[in-house]
């Protein structure tokens, strides 16, 4: 059960409740949820009006299910039951959420950047949980609505918590930081992403910094020193940064790396002082970026190196973020959650290490604003400049990356398909048994059926 009353909800959204008896206002709530179907007894429901589904209309449902109140934006006067009267579902959802880990004070740790949130959330939530019950983000549950569902999940006996923060527009993390309110802040990297907002490099390195805004007194800054942009950020309000990367002069670093092929990476790890030997589960360079941001982190919060090691290690991947799946034909490399032109070359590289044919399939990538042809011909050339094999190119702007590609390296197998249902249609002639098979592209591209596909082969 939450340690939330109805009364402490509608104080913290400043909302006017309507059909409510006095006895009900210090009835603390079993849960908090914007999905209908998941609705129980005791719960708080909040209707949230989408593009497609105004889910007030739900809410005689629900509360027949025995949710204890309902939030509205509208008057409902033929209610016989409670509701909280609000200007805005959304709105209100985060400040009951900003309220919430007011009350429960925990230790939050605020992660963001362009690349490699959700792998970095991963390895810290790991490390973490070798010395404190905590609570990570799960899935995609990074943006305005995503951030208040996932505080909403935490309780009592959680002792920190891990919350990933993506945004695709300025103002935006201001928004999110003012829920979390983080006590330690790490930005991974500033790369070229959501550029049709954020206009370039140095947009998006304002946009992400706006989580400082919120950062507790006396809080931390983490920041990857090997960052060109990231490097620039000196201190705020009297809070210097500390810096992880591959360089000896900052206080985190990593020397000593060895590629274990697609089984991972080993390295030794410099920790503000403290030397350890550590191998990372997952493959490529840039997990040992997020290896680092772990391991300052759990200094942070007081975890020994051997704490840190064990947790490191223990990491377990995750569906679509670059999971092995070994079939008896092929070995999967399933990265098909999301892309831009930093992962999809990041991922290129990885693939590089893999044994059989080398296959890469690649599908367009979003929100790259007015450089999108560019940066798919930027990808194209870096896949021609790899050693691969085979660079399966799919999407409308994927043709500019096959082209790019081919025009690099001719010798190079290159296919291009206009959609993925096309693909799939073909998909079987394209591999062979022993690839490595790359699957990657953004989110709407649902490459998830590739993966799928894949594995029936």
Request: glycine letters at 8%; one cysteine or more.
């Amino acid at each position: 059960m939450m340690n939330l009353t109805i009364e402490e909800v509608c104080r913290c959204c400043g909302g006017t409740m309507h059909k409510a008896a006095e006895s009900l206002m210090g009835q603390k709530l079993t849960s908090i949820t914007t999905d209908s179907r998941k609705a129980e007894e005791g719960c708080l429901f909040v209707p949230i009006v989408g593009e497609k589904v105004d889910a007030h209309r739900f809410i005689p449902d629900v509360m027949k299910k025995g949710a204890a109140v309902t939030l509205s934006e509208r008057e409902l006067p033929e209610a016989d039951f409670p509701y909280i009267q609000v200007e805005s579902s959304l709105q209100a959802v985060k400040d009951i959420a900003e309220c919430y880990l007011k009350k429960l004070q925990i230790p939050v740790v605020g992660i963001t950047g362009s690349v490699g949130k959700t792998s970095t959330k991963e390895v810290i939530a790991s490390v973490l949980k070798e010395k404190y019950r905590t609570l990570k983000t799960q899935g995609n549950f990074n943006n305005e609505l995503g951030l208040p569902l996932t505080v909403f999940r935490l309780r009592d006996e959680d002792e920190i918590a891990v919350l990933e923060m993506g945004i695709s527009e300025f103002g935006e993390m201001t928004r999110l930081a003012k829920v979390a309110r983080p006590e330690t802040c790490v930005i991974t990297n500033i790369g070229t992403c959501h550029l049709e907002n954020l206009g370039d490099r140095d947009g998006v390195l304002k946009a992400k910094t706006e989580i400082f805004q919120y950062l507790r007194p006396n809080g931390h800054i983490i920041l990857n020193g090997d960052d060109d942009k990231l490097s620039t950020v000196k201190e705020h309000e009297g809070i210097r940064p500390v810096f992880f990367g591959m360089d000896p002069e900052f206080p985190v670093y990593a020397d000593e790396i060895r590629s274990l092929g697609l089984k991972g990476m080993s390295c030794r790890i410099h920790l503000m002082g403290d030397v350890f030997d550590v191998t990372v589960p997952m493959p490529g360079r840039h997990m040992i970026y997020n290896a680092l941001a772990a391991a300052a982190v759990g200094r942070t919060y007081g975890l020994t190196n051997e704490e840190i090691r064990r947790g490191i290690e223990s990491l377990e991947p995750i569906s679509g973020r670059f999971r092995m799946i070994d079939t008896e034909k092929l070995l999967i490399v399933d990265d098909c959650y999301n892309a831009n032109p930093m992962s999809m070359k990041a991922s290129l590289d990885v693939l590089q290490d893999g044994l059989g044919r080398r296959v890469a399939i690649l599908g367009d990538m979003g929100e790259l604003g007015t450089n999108e042809i560019a940066l798919h011909e930027e990808v194209g050339v870096h896949a021609a400049q790899c050693r691969i094999d085979v660079c399966i190119c799919v999407g409308t702007l994927c043709r500019n990356m096959a082209e790019a590609a081919k025009k690099e390296n001719p010798e190079l197998t290159v296919i291009y398909e206009e959609d993925r249902e096309s693909l799939l249609a073909h998909l079987e002639s394209y591999v062979q048994t022993g690839d490595t098979v790359l699957v990657k592209a953004s989110h709407f591209m649902k490459f998830e059926e590739v993966v799928a596909a894949l594995q029936k082969l």
